[in-house]
């Protein structure tokens, strides 16, 4: 409900605009019918909101249109095939909608707003879709257009209207939301807040072994750490994953919607003449003649603007002539030469002096050049809901497939199979070529290396809205290599063993030095004394990044003049926090800006769910007759039944 206010009333109109003709050309005109309905009374009605009412037809038109869209999303060229439980979501979320719409109107005219037919024309006559090659509105390109979706001028306009009635009453609410200083500032306070400490660092290989190790030691390091001299355990595997970009290339886009959207993106794919332009703006005709004659002399354009740092710099990168908000600068930039410094010329804005660094041709991208490129977009952007919709698919695929060979391919799982370590490599030594990426991969080696032999497989959910099932059916376990042979990597092993014992001694004596004092006083005139770091000072948003992460955490968990002693994988680590610092000037206004944006934007989020509470408290909605609500549901997707469950 949220998103639905926030962005079917409130965002620029620009975006509105192609929401609102992609919506259209997708799935024809079904929400906006209600329209039609307008200020009617009858008993034939699903629910009424004030005097307005919402018939059978209405949701109707509006529940077919939405359950192809939604289809489509998920991958599904048919309808029929969604979930009975996804059709019920859907046709409650579609009844909402077209209550809000109703509310939102009704709000409208109690505050007496009335939209002008002239407002109408321009909103009409900006919309792109409408527009010729010369980038102009066009009579007969919009009647097509109008035509090709089913879709009546009278329709269409009075959806204009009532939008634009929506924007005037809901623009700019929340604007005038304050997030409380308090707040804020205890919230910045805890994340930009220093901590002060000393720190002392004792590497494992710092430690001093006193003496050889004799053979009863090695032998009994070897039987206690067999682990450690064993040959490499390979698993084979079967499995199964799916990943959006899988799942994407299963994805039906059918024709007709790569031609409409490759129609409502016609100003992409029909390019005028564009440039690239740097441009000077100055108020004073004096500064920006100097300008032109430095810049002529072979200034470069970084250099430029330093020297003239009173003008207004701005670089437009491939511009069309229509984009330059400044009149007289386009039609002067659309005809200057390239590559030479052009000006001054006087503006509405000022006087601008330029430069044409690029100049690229008209050029059209005909459909069939445009349609793979289209077809990978409308994937990608629907693959992540796709695949969660196919989960239970998936999820009963692999229940009724012991081997995972009984797949349904068209679920977009890509299977693979093979032998590796636990490293994820080959006999060969080469990376298995397992499916997805890193996090990926690292999530299935790790399940194959702690999942049993001949396990059932079940579908695990992976990083990043992955999904995969694997049957480990084989398993070479490594064998305990002889003493004779392994016998140097023992004495490797058991050094590095003894020198990690040595440093863990002195850490801890050190370590217990500190707690009785200062960490200052305990290195003092020792080895130490070399290593330490004093005064290091760290605050949660600007961490030592050489600091392993669980110091850090150590830190921030000790009070002012009190030790700790933390491990890493290759040393010990003794901090004393000696004292807790303010945070800095420039901390406190950079991330206090940034605190007190997302703080709003919180805020602001919340607002339209108090707005549609406050509208159905005023108008509540009426009359529902659940009889007819569910012989619309039933016969919008008669065989929803039969899809997966």
Do not use: C
């Amino acid at each position: 409900m949220i998103t639905t206010l926030r962005h079917l009333f409130v965002d620029s109109w620009a975006g509105r605009a192609a929401a609102l003709l992609i919506f259209l050309a997708f799935i024809g005109w079904g929400v906006g019918d209600v329209y039609s309905n307008m200020g009617t009374a009858s008993s034939n009605e699903v629910v009424r909101v004030g005097d307005r009412s919402i018939t059978p037809d209405d949701f109707s038109r509006a529940l077919s249109a939405q359950l192809p869209e939604v289809a489509r999303r998920i991958g599904l060229a048919d309808p029929s095939k969604l979930p009975k439980g996804e059709v019920e979501q859907i046709a409650r979320q579609t009844l909402q909608n077209l209550v809000i719409q109703n509310e939102t109107q009704l709000a409208a005219a109690r505050a007496g707003m009335m939209v002008p037919d002239d407002l109408v024309r321009q909103e009409v006559f900006a919309i792109p879709a409408f527009h010729n090659a010369a980038g102009q509105f066009d009579r007969s390109v919009f009647n097509d257009r109008l035509t090709r979706i089913g879709l009546s001028e009278g329709k269409l306009l009075q959806a204009i209207r009532e939008d634009i009635a929506s924007r005037g009453l809901l623009q700019g609410m929340g604007q005038s939301v304050v997030a409380p200083s308090s707040l804020t500032d205890r919230m910045l306070s805890f994340d930009a807040s220093q901590r002060v400490f000393d720190l002392v660092q004792i590497p494992f290989a710092s430690g001093v072994v006193a003496a050889a190790p004799t053979d009863d030691q090695l032998h009994r390091f070897y039987d206690n750490h067999p682990q450690m001299f064993r040959t490499t355990e390979y698993r084979h595997a079967k499995m199964v994953v799916m990943t959006p970009d899988s799942v994407a290339k299963t994805i039906e886009v059918p024709d007709d919607v790569l031609h409409r959207l490759y129609d409502f993106q016609a100003r992409t794919f029909d390019m005028p003449e564009t440039r690239t332009i740097q441009v000077l703006t100055f108020t004073d005709q004096a500064k920006a003649d100097a300008a032109a004659t430095a810049w002529k002399s072979g200034t470069s354009w970084d250099d430029i603007q330093k020297k003239f740092p009173e003008a207004a710099a701005v670089s437009l990168p491939s511009v069309r002539q229509s984009d330059i908000p400044n009149p007289e600068l386009a039609k002067a930039a659309f005809a200057a030469p390239s590559d030479r410094i052009s000006g001054p010329e006087k503006t509405g804005m000022g006087w601008v002096v330029f430069n044409i660094t690029a100049i690229t041709a008209p050029h059209k991208t005909t459909f069939e050049q445009a349609k793979n490129g289209l077809k990978t977009q409308v994937q990608t952007q629907e693959a992540g809901e796709a695949l969660q919709a196919r989960q239970k698919q998936f999820q009963d695929a692999v229940a009724g497939s012991s081997t995972l060979e009984q797949i349904p391919s068209d679920l977009g799982a890509v299977p693979a199979s093979g032998t590796l370590d636990s490293n994820g490599l080959t006999q060969d030594g080469l990376p298995a070529p397992i499916p997805g990426d890193a996090a990926l991969r690292q999530a299935i080696i790790h399940q194959i290396f702690t999942q049993s032999k001949d396990v059932q497989p079940t579908v695990i959910n992976g990083p990043n809205g992955t999904a995969f099932s694997l049957l480990v059916d084989e398993v070479h376990p490594g064998t305990l290599k002889p003493f004779d042979t392994v016998r140097d990597q023992v004495v490797q092993a058991w050094t590095a063993d003894q020198k990690r014992h040595a440093a863990d001694l002195r850490a801890t004596t050190l370590f217990n030095a500190a707690k009785a004092g200062t960490l200052r006083k305990a290195v003092e005139g020792q080895a130490e004394a070399s290593a330490l770091r004093q005064d290091v000072a760290v605050s949660r948003v600007h961490p030592d990044q050489s600091l392993p992460q669980n110091v850090l955490r150590g830190v921030f968990g000790l009070k002012p003049g009190t030790s700790g002693m933390f491990e890493s994988p290759d040393a010990f680590w003794l901090v004393n926090v000696t004292a807790d610092k303010p945070a800095s000037a420039e901390d406190m206004k950079s991330l206090g800006n940034q605190l007190s944006d997302e703080y709003l934007q919180s805020m602001r989020s919340d607002i339209p769910v108090a707005l549609n509470a406050a509208m159905e408290k005023a108008v509540p909605p009426s009359h529902i007759n659940m009889a007819l609500y569910n012989q619309v549901v039933t016969a919008a997707a008669p065989a929803a039944g039969n899809g997966a469950q």
